[in-house]
């Protein structure tokens, strides 16, 4: 069965370092996401993409954050200056045109020290 | 007010309770209603989907919906050890998923 798949799974960096995380999504999907889930938390929406372009982001996701299909499988979070709060899972999502299902992948678990 | 409220538990059960998990919202924009299942250190698998008021059932679980109420439920009957995870509701404005805090549920033999 097809799945999303995240790279790496944990990430540990240095405050103030970028970091890029990297997703994998289902191979005919269309429609992706990024969410963050920080520890004991709830998961939260960052940011959804289609068609080479952001369609709707969160407050969370300021100017250190961007999105990027660099080719046509992969879809990449980047954080450009990396702080302490932003420790979290982070989770990729994908969905088909037409379907109502965002399928999560794995997570990566980004610590900054 | 949060969008989405959800209590966090945690809640055991023994098996083959009749578990009720719920969440209310504040939010009337919301389309889709969702619940998700997280085990540890895992991304959400979802459960049920559904868009209007009333009841889906799947299996052991049903899901109901109260649009006036702002509230919806995810029933699960003869629970199993292996339902033991992490709930999440979620709902859909747009396409964005906004969740709740999870319910973190046992299910003990």
């Known amino acids: 069965e097809p799945e999303v798949t995240q790279t790496p799974s944990h990430q540990v960096t240095q405050m103030g370092q970028e970091v890029i995380l990297r997703c994998v999504p289902i191979?005919?999907?269309?429609?992706f996401y990024w969410y963050r889930q920080i520890l004991g938390q709830k998961v939260e929406f960052l940011v959804s993409f289609y068609n080479n372009e952001i369609s709707e982001k969160s407050e969370i996701f300021d100017d250190q954050f961007s999105v990027e299909r660099p080719d046509g499988s992969n879809f990449t979070l980047k954080i450009r200056s990396t702080k302490l709060e932003d420790s979290a899972m982070y989770f990729c999502?994908?969905?088909?045109?037409?379907?109502?299902?965002?399928?999560f992948g794995p997570g990566t678990r980004l610590t900054v020290l | 007010q949060k969008e989405v409220e959800q209590d966090p538990g945690p809640l055991s059960v023994p098996e083959g309770a009749i578990v009720s998990l719920n969440c209310t919202y504040s939010?009337?924009?919301?389309?889709?209603f969702m619940w998700y299942r997280q085990y540890s250190r895992k991304g959400p698998e979802l459960l049920m989907y559904t868009y209007s008021s009333g009841n889906k059932e799947d299996g052991r679980f049903t899901a109901q919906v109260d649009k006036s109420s702002k509230y919806i439920s995810l029933f699960i009957r003869d629970s199993q050890p292996s339902d033991s995870a992490t709930y999440l509701c979620a709902m859909r404005r747009g396409s964005r998923l906004t969740f709740g805090e999870g319910t973190q549920l046992t299910v003990n033999p």
């Open positions: 999502a994908s969905r088909r045109t037409g379907g109502r299902e965002q399928f």
């Open positions: 191979s005919n999907h269309l429609y």
């Open positions: 939010n009337s924009a919301f389309q889709y």
